[in-house]
């Protein structure tokens, strides 16, 4: 069955001050993100299906059909009885089945579209007759059903089944995949919803995905399960967890937290889902709560690089201004799930610091995570790696999440199948929509086509963004009357940022331009291209007295293939004052510490001395580890020579 009509992306809110574009009414079609896509769909996508077949995870839903599951040891592979890793890997499969939907919806495939239907069928042969569906609980030899809310990821499976759904009804199709979940969901209303079980998963993400499927099929119970899950989370119905409640954010109410905390995509799942159930209720208080939680986070607990995390133990939150370079957690995952939270923010406010965070975030942190190949993957992403570390077979599951170098895949491994469906959805963040305008929150090549109150309008955006900061808007098709453009300023062009024609409109990061737009006409801008020296906030004790460079979006990193072999990167400073652009790219003065010999390294006098000066290049750092083993750093201390060039904060 085919809908009459594509209703929005990822977020389609009832009501919002921005309308997301549906993946029929917005196309990357050229530069680093159309490279980035079209690794998904030519790679990504077949690397995480071969893998999780090789492995067995998607053999479980077979063996769970044919009545052949049990409990097994962990990564037992494709055996005819006993399931294949940990309990939560079904959820890996519908990250994929989601990733899937939204390629189809960016370009049809014949080849894509069987093995989608093929992965869909196999999932729906598992569903029980009362709507149950997950291959570790509930079967002869297996745990009872919701017997381990706070560990067995249940909920959170079927969340992500919720999200593959709404994706394949988002492009266009209510087949078997919505159909499964709506049974499921019926299910799971049956057994949490009022008059049911008063419990929570351990692990958020189905209140996000329960608000989005009554979005997307106008159940209204779905909502209000939501709404029950996001009210009973910090009351105490969770056991006692070793890293302590906070860790599954069960330690007080969503409405009294004041920031995020512990684990960190559960924090930014949870956040997002009381978002959802605050956006479609009207509830004010709620949304004002998450939006502070959001703000101390974002100024407090959050990587240059967008990434967040700094406790590895529980993959949590660390402290106000505990952001360690070199022991920097910045899961994959909490970047993706920072995305889609400050996403929800960017359509209830209209506010553009949150699509300043996206930018930081997609550009920085998440693409950090492929390697240039699209068979490997980084689970965390430090911001210094002091020893080189050994390559990951190739051939086997990684069990640590921390590498010198990208893993195939991991014993807990859903960065990948994350990484694979933000790619492909990753457009329909670009632009937003309204009665009489368009928003433009990304840069880079794309076009857009939606109906305004006064007509169809079609734009074309193009740029070679994030390498340059020249940006161009030509009018393809214009509305009758007048349509205001809205351009997005980003933090870092502020004061800088040239216009081909005064706006109606400039504010601290936007710019709009309201009139009678004629088909033909372009509208150009001009971010600056240079790369520039970022100072930490001196309470972050672990880098102080270094420096960042930055050039337009993107975080650089020093790494030690551009150094000379005999230097260690982790005894060296750099001069900021010194940054510039050469042919090869961004570039500065680099020096190597030579102290002198000790038998211990502490000393009443200033010791060592800036010896040997290389001019050293500079990379994006999301390309980093792409040239083998390699050591790496983003923040950088400052040169005796340089100290002069650092500036006084503002505080």
Known sequence: MMLSAKQGGPVHPSASVWRPLGAGEIQITGGLWEQKQRLNADTILGHC?????RIGWTGNFDRAAAGTIATGPAGTGPASTGHSGIEFVDSEVYKLLEAMAWELGREHSADLERRYRALAGRVAAAQQPDGYLHTSFGRPGQPPRYSSLESGHELYCFGHLFQAAVARLRTGHDDLLPQVARRLADHVYAQFGPGGRVGVCGHPEIEMALVELARATGEERYLELARLFIER?????????PFGQEYFQDDMPVRQAT???GHAVRALYLA????DVAAETGDAGLLAAVREQWANSVARRTYLTGGVGSHHQDEAFGDDFELPADRAYAETCAGIASVMLSWRLLLA??????????????????????????????YTNTLHQRTPGPQPDQHQLSQRAESGLRAPWFEVSCCPTNVARTLASAGLYFATASDDGIQLHQYGDYQLSTTLATGTVTLRVSSAYPDSGAVSVTVIEAPAGEMTLRLRVPAWARGSAALSENPTTRAPGYAEIRRVFLAGESVAVRFPDGARATYPDPRVDSVRGTFAVEQGPLVLALESPDLPPEWDLNQITADPGSIGISPDGAALDVYRLTPAPQAWPYHQERHGSEGERVRARLIPYHQWANRGPATMRVWLPIAARGAAAQPLPDH
């Open 259 to 261: 920031t995020m905390r």
């Open 233 to 241: 989370r910090g009351t105490g119905t969770l056991a006692i967890h």
């Open 349 to 378: 406010t209209g506010e553009d610091k949150y699509s300043d965070l996206i930018e930081r975030t997609l550009l920085n942190n998440v693409l950090a995570s492929p390697r240039a190949d699209g068979r490997a993957f980084y």
């Open 49 to 53: 299906e071969s893998w999780m077949e």
């Open 272 to 275: 997002s889902g009381a978002l």
